[in-house]
């Protein structure tokens, strides 16, 4: 078991605690979400997590995709009420909106979640082509218990921090979000309940929680990949597009192995081009003081949101938020992914 000092990873456990009241700042945001999958990548929960906005701090943002495998879906996702963050012994563990509840059992090493509530059954091709029935609702309940398992990986965007960027690198560092954030690799137990038919599993995935202020006014599309490896091995990444300006873009990630996180870099990235189903070629590659890490991947358990201006939005936006395959020097996991990209 790792110390809590590693695991922390240079942040405090008070860190994965959440706010006591509203933030002063009505643009900050308390956010947590979960990349969860059942560890033989039969089905899973392509993410599940909360934006808590100061300026919304009582109607607070959630989402629930859940990928049952053979191309069925079910869309979840809404606004409502948190609980209080107070726990019985008065610390401030708990972050809810709506059906969706995280509680923080041990900072840095366990935590739970509960979602009781329902979502749009369908599938993906017809999210892709925006034909999903609103209508279709089935009932669904979550309950998932997570152990964390490899250090916390840092994004440190902090006022000192930013002070010393300069101004391109402050751009970039805008979409991630100035204040912090990190990543956790887990594994957990979870139950899964869709519409009467019940899965217990045993899972494996990817955790997030961030306090900051994340401007997008500058977003232009990402890549982010990350999974835990049977033999305890890791990775995680996150980079934009080319600005097409010269500038060099945010590119940030790790390689984790035989205990050591090490600093890494995508230099072959699956971006998003086409809307498929499934199967699409998400092999990368990272580098580091290793040299370089080569990853294959073929995308599985896949969700899309398709938004364009149809929608009232200014632009096309296409969101994919699914799971991969990933085969590294010939061992095998589940993992996330998540790639978007936007078309004026």
């Not at 609980?83 to 019985?88: K, V």
């Not at 034909?131 to 490899?150: C, F, G, K, Q, W």
């Amino acid at each position: 078991m790792l110390s809590l000092e590693r695991l922390t990873n240079g942040l405090t456990p008070s860190h994965d605690l959440f706010f006591e009241t509203k933030p002063g700042d009505p643009e900050m945001r308390e956010s947590t979400s979960l990349w969860v999958f059942e560890e033989g990548g039969a089905f899973g929960i392509p993410r599940i997590g909360i934006e808590g906005e100061a300026r919304s701090w009582d109607d607070r943002a959630y989402q629930a995709n859940i990928a049952l495998g053979g191309g069925r879906i079910v869309d979840a996702g809404g606004r409502g009420p948190g609980p209080s963050p107070l726990d019985a012994d008065g610390r401030p563990t708990v972050f809810g909106a709506g059906p969706l509840t995280f509680r923080c059992l041990d900072p840095f090493r366990r935590w739970s979640m509960t979602f009781d509530g329902s979502g749009v059954g369908g599938t993906v091709d017809q999210q892709i082509g925006g034909t999903l029935d609103r209508n279709a609702v089935v009932p669904v309940r979550i309950d998932l218990d997570l152990e964390m398992v490899t250090p916390a990986w840092v994004h440190d965007h902090s006022a000192d921090r930013v002070a010393e960027m300069s101004d391109e690198e402050r751009a970039e560092a805008q979409s991630m979000g100035f204040g912090w954030r990190l990543e956790h690799m887990f594994r957990g137990k979870g139950r899964l309940e869709v519409d009467g038919a019940v899965r217990e599993f045993a899972a494996i995935g990817s955790r997030i929680k961030r306090q900051s202020v994340r401007p997008l006014t500058n977003f232009r599309g990402h890549c982010w990949q990350a999974a835990l490896f049977p033999d305890g091995r890791a990775f995680g990444f996150i980079t934009y597009p080319p600005a097409g300006d010269g500038s060099v873009p945010y590119n940030t990630g790790y390689v984790y192995q035989d205990g050591t996180m090490y600093p890494a870099r995508a230099t072959r990235i699956p971006w998003l081009t086409d809307l498929l189903p499934e199967d699409d070629d998400v092999s990368f590659e990272l580098e580091s003081e290793l040299g370089v890490t080569r990853v294959r991947g073929r995308t599985r358990l896949t969700t899309f949101k398709v938004m364009g201006k149809a929608d009232g939005a200014p632009m096309e936006f296409h969101l994919h938020q699914g799971g991969a395959e990933y085969d590294w020097d010939g061992v095998t996991s589940y993992g996330m992914i998540e790639r978007s990209r936007t078309q004026a």
